[in-house]
């Protein structure tokens, strides 16, 4: 008798372990989302408080923008957050998401090294820089990823008038995210691209420094969408919208403003009331 009883324990107990883990798991969401917001630290900052008051678990796929919309269109995202306006419109005029919400900003900035080689340090024309780097023909190193830094690079050599590609000899794409490019910039001394929160929490710096910045061309806009549960009906809608209302609240506007690294704010929240 004391045998089944214990047997019948053991078998209640593995059927309470097992509806957890049942509803853990439709408390889970998954946002594909970008290199810089997760390398920058700001999702391991603000994820515990929306976790902690929600119950809702956050996965989140960090790449490049062009590539978490992709992960968007094929469903395998319940939201996306991400950095590229005219993507993100189109994204939503192809119906992957009914509306597109406008959480935080802050900029990009060119770096190069410190001997500045194409003498562009305290410029403030954006366009003149890729100017003057062309013409000096020094490395210039691209993430060459479709993500929204490189996105906007692309659009500051064309209205520069200047066409690239990866036969240039000073022009190295790396295809990769903003860290791990910032590393090969670091390795040859070179120029690039990348939004303030990444450099800020970037260690190996080398010879390298911000050249220009403050220019409002380099003004860099986030956005988050939730995904379409009519393409995709599987998508948690109910949780999802939760993580973006979270995100435009009060509290979770604060908690974006509230880091810092060196004392340094590397994202403000600008949610429209």
Not at 114 to 123: E, F, H, L, R, S
Request: cysteine-free; proline content about 3%.
């Amino acid at each position: 008798m004391q045998i089944r009883n214990i047997l019948k324990l053991a078998a209640t107990s593995l059927l309470v372990v097992a509806s957890i883990g049942f509803v853990n798991a439709q408390k889970l969401i998954t946002v594909s989302s970008t290199t810089s917001t997760e390398q920058s630290g700001l999702f391991a900052h603000i994820l515990p408080a929306f976790e902690k008051k929600t119950g809702i678990q956050v996965r989140v796929v960090a790449v490049g923008t062009g590539q978490a919309l992709d992960i968007g269109r094929r469903g395998d995202a319940d939201v996306v957050f991400v950095h590229d306006k005219v993507a993100e419109e189109k994204f939503v005029e192809q119906g992957f998401a009914s509306k597109r919400t406008e959480i935080m900003y802050n900029d990009f900035v060119l770096i190069g090294p410190k001997a500045d080689p194409a003498k562009i340090n305290g410029g403030k024309d954006i366009t003149v820089a890729f100017q003057k780097i062309f013409a000096a023909k020094v490395n210039f190193i691209s993430r060459g990823d479709k993500s929204g830094t490189h996105a906007a690079e692309l659009r500051y050599w064309k209205d520069a008038g200047i066409e690239v590609s990866p036969n240039l000899n000073w022009y190295k794409e790396t295809g990769s995210g903003m860290g791990p490019a910032l590393n090969t910039a670091s390795g040859m001394n070179g120029y690039i691209l990348s939004d303030r929160g990444t450099w800020l929490a970037f260690k190996n710096r080398g010879e390298l420094s911000i050249l220009v910045q403050g220019v409002p061309k380099l003004f860099n806009q986030y956005g988050v969408m939730l995904v379409s549960s009519e393409k995709h009906p599987h998508v948690k809608k109910q949780e999802g919208q939760t993580f973006i209302d979270w995100l435009a609240s009060k509290e979770g506007q604060d908690r974006i403003d509230s880091y810092k690294v060196g004392g340094e704010q590397l994202f403000f929240a600008n949610a429209k009331k």
